[in-house]
């Protein structure tokens, strides 16, 4: 379980998130939504240490996992950023072993397993036919799939991924979610921040809403839909509709 207690969180010594806790559970989908600026991206980027810890600890299995070595920290969480200012001039097979580097030593010597895993990962995102292009040609939503593999490649329990369909086309972004399921049957555990809500609502396990840099409800989407909040926090109004396949989510 990744677990955020009594944290402060912000940049520059100071603190947007103040006094927030949260469990994360273990092998499940959880998302968190809120407005633009209500500190989504601030509470997650802790865990890459974009932004800072003031106050509180971040456990995962009980481990303090925001003081551990940066190399460890990476062989049980995988943070895959929203905006990426420099795209490296590599092919993309060679950006995907990048997600093999905490566990390799000085030499960066890849093994027949970290082949394995880079290769499976390619496949998994359907980008291996593109292995050897370099990945700055690329158009943003192969891009995108190209960093989702590099994520996937590290090969860890925790997947925390920030607006990951923000550059991706109606299929790509299908095909995307698709993916979380089976991810989450290999026992994965999956931090997403969405702000598609309808999508937030069918793929989630768990929906923490946040507001102002706190949290104003965390509980199933069940529970979310029955007391409005989406509704009070966004300003909008939820239509819902059933068939034999599901529910569907509409806000206007
Ligand atoms: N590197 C930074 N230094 C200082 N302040 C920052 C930094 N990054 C973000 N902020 C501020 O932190 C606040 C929360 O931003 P954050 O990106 O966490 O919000 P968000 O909920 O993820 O927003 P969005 O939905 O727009 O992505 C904003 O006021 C933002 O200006």
Redo the contacts with the bound molecule.
């Keep these: 379980m990744l677990k955020f207690d009594s944290v402060s969180i912000g ?2 010594k100071v603190p ?1 998130i103040k006094n927030l806790s949260v469990e994360i559970p273990t092998g499940s989908i959880t998302t968190i939504v ?1 407005p ?7 509470l997650i980027s802790v865990l890459n240490k974009s932004s800072q810890l003031f106050n509180g600890s971040i456990t995962l299995d009980g481990e303090d996992i925001y003081h551990m070595n940066g190399h460890l920290r990476a062989q049980k969480i995988a943070f895959l950023p ?1 905006i990426r200012e420099v795209i490296p001039a590599l092919p993309v097979h060679t950006l995907v072993e990048h997600g093999r580097f905490p566990y390799l030593g000085f030499s960066r010597r890849l093994t027949e397993e970290d082949r394995r895993l880079v290769e499976d990962a390619m496949e998994f995102t359907h980008i291996t036919d593109y292995r050897n292009v370099a990945t700055d040609t690329l158009s943003g939503g192969i891009r995108q799939r190209v960093f989702f593999a590099m994520t996937l490649a590290q090969n860890c329990d925790t997947i925390i991924l920030d607006e990951p369909t923000t550059f991706l086309d109606l299929v790509s972004q299908n095909n995307f979610y698709r993916m979380l399921p089976i991810l989450k049957a290999q026992g994965k555990t999956i931090l997403l ?1 969405l ?1 598609d809500l309808a999508k937030a609502l069918t793929i989630s396990d768990k929906l923490i809403v946040m507001e102002s840099g706190a949290i104003c409800f965390q509980g199933t989407p069940d529970e979310c839909v029955q007391k409005n909040v989406l509704n009070k926090v966004f300003h909008t109004s939820l239509k819902t509709f059933s068939d034999a396949e599901g529910t569907y989510y509409f806000f206007e």
């Design positions: 940049y520059h947007l809120g633009n600026g209500c500190g989504k991206t601030t929203q921040v702000h």
